[in-house]
């Protein structure tokens, strides 16, 4: 295994984005690009980073502006800058181009998880022709208290009324209020994280995750926007109708609806004459199955496999 370690300028004006790309010992079959979630960074994927270099495959990643290393050199976290929604969107593709440059003519299949499968169906969006495959783990779909809890109008008043970079925890609060509620085991107020109390502890003490600081108040409208796009009926259109899609989740994750949120994705999706829709949600388990001890090799084995059947 060799590893890169690649900055490119983010499309905020401000960042330095920090990115790795790991190469296989094999020749490579493809290329997947991971795209981390909500308060963290993407060397918590080192797992399944492993297995897909153990499979063939090229994986890049990077951290998002606002998170990870990105933010740790620039001293800005949980801000995305000026403009939020396009910027992740942005930089996903200016690493996608890096990888390319190197790696032209191998399949290219994204894997974005909870915030990062909202980023990942912008970029189907809008760059839907690169890919080869598309999978969301932790789809963020039909969050509660994104739909029904938040303050939206508060949310603009507050953004309208001082500078962006000011606090949105009020609304964070709004959006997370509820997620450890069907629990009865509670221990913690992120225990929606993982069902296995060492994630949900490696998870706290990580010092490139920034779940545990401060989110701006534009960041927190930017994720909302995003929220809003690629969960609106025209967002299921506006992707090729020929592209695989494969949806992960588990039956006790909040960011997913308890599941419902997944299989309300690929109904849509299917409803819009995608064809090739494949659905796992595991029972039992909360939002990080890529990272509970008990299913991520069958996370991993379902992405593989995934890949294998769609390298041509």
Known sequence: MAIQEVTFPSSNGRDTIYGWIYEPTQPARGVVQIVHGLGEHSRRYLHMITALLDAGFV????DHAGHGKTS??????????????TTVISDEYSLHKLVRDDHPDLPFFMFGHSWGSMIARGFASAHGA????????????QIDGVETKLDRVG???ALAAGPGTASGEEFVGQIFEDFVSRYTDVRTPNDWIALDPDVVADHARDPFNNYYKPMSLRFVHDFVTLY??????????????????????GDQDPVANYGEGAYHVANQL??????????????GYRHEVHNEPQTRADVESELTVFIDGHLQ
């Open 270 to 283: 299917e409803a819009s004459g995608h064809r090739d829709v494949r659905t796992h949600v595991y029972t």
């Open 155 to 157: 949310l603009d008043a």
């Open 228 to 249: 809003d796009q690629v969960n609106a009926p025209d967002w299921y259109t506006s992707i090729r109708a020929d592209l695989p899609v494969l949806v992960l989740a």
């Open 59 to 62: 994986v890049a990643a990077d």
């Open 130 to 141: 690169t890919l080869s495959g598309l999978a969301l783990c932790g789809v963020a779909a």
């Open 72 to 85: 740790t050199e620039s001293g800005v976290w949980g801000d995305t800058g000026e403009n939020g929604v």
